[in-house]
């Protein structure tokens, strides 16, 4: 839990700062802008549990469908709506379906490394927080989930000691391998090594 109270109220300190046009600025959630992000990291705090059922019902099931939905809808606040949700949250015990607050933890270091490495900002993750994030993605179900192709490859950091997988060696900071595991596309030149192009943005 203070792992991740720690971590939005970074989060937030970090978009307190930002000039308001940064906030329309495309995150690397595809289609998401950085408000988007943000309405997406808020939901779990604004949405009591009938609203939540309501809205999966509208999407038919789907989550993904239902969260794209919500995300672009509720992006439409004023940034200091939303902000001040995040602040109000910091300490908020709510765990994915099925996760516990490392799933939670990960939600918010993931969905802030989206806005961040969008905008060039440099926020480096704490490691303790980052090897509980990278614990979290490597499990057998988070690998399913994402889907993404690591066949013939070697994850290694260059900050921590950390390595996953097998074959040829993709390297970069560790925060910005969980990113590639889970299926981002990065600005060019965060990543080393033959199979960068397979995880970097055109």
Same mark, same amino acid.
């Given at each position: ?11 937030? &300190? ?7 046009? &940064? ?7 595809? #289609? ?28 038919? #099931? ?13 992006? +439409? ?10 602040? +109000? ?12 607050? &490392? ?31 990278? +614990? ?20 290694? &950091? ?8 097998? #074959? ?6 560790? +925060? ?6 889970? #299926? ?19």
């Amino acid at each position: 839990m203070e792992a991740v109270a720690a971590q939005r109220r970074e989060l937030a &300190a970090l978009l307190g700062g930002l000039a308001s046009e &940064a906030w329309d600025h495309p995150s690397l959630c595809s #289609g998401w802008r950085v408000r988007d992000v943000v309405a997406h990291v808020t939901m779990p705090f604004r949405y009591p549990a009938r609203r939540f059922v309501a809205e999966m019902v509208k999407a038919r #099931g789907n989550f993904d469908r239902m969260a794209d939905r919500c995300a672009r809808r509720d992006g +439409q606040a004023p940034p200091g709506e939303l902000l001040a949700v995040l602040r +109000q949250n910091e300490r908020n015990p709510w765990k994915p379906p099925g996760g516990g607050l &490392a799933a939670a933890l990960t939600h918010d270091v993931l969905h802030g490394q989206d806005i961040t490495v969008a905008l060039d900002i440099e926020h480096l993750v704490p490691e303790e927080r980052l090897r509980i994030v990278l +614990q979290a993605i490597t499990t057998p179900k988070s690998l399913k989930h994402f889907g993404t192709d690591l066949a013939g490859i070697e994850l290694r &950091a260059s900050d921590i000691d950390w390595s996953f997988g097998s #074959g040829s060696p993709l390297s970069g900071p560790a +925060q910005d391998l969980a990113l590639a595991l889970c #299926g981002r596309k990065l600005p060019v030149g965060r990543l080393r090594g033959a199979p960068g192009a397979r995880f970097t943005a055109a």
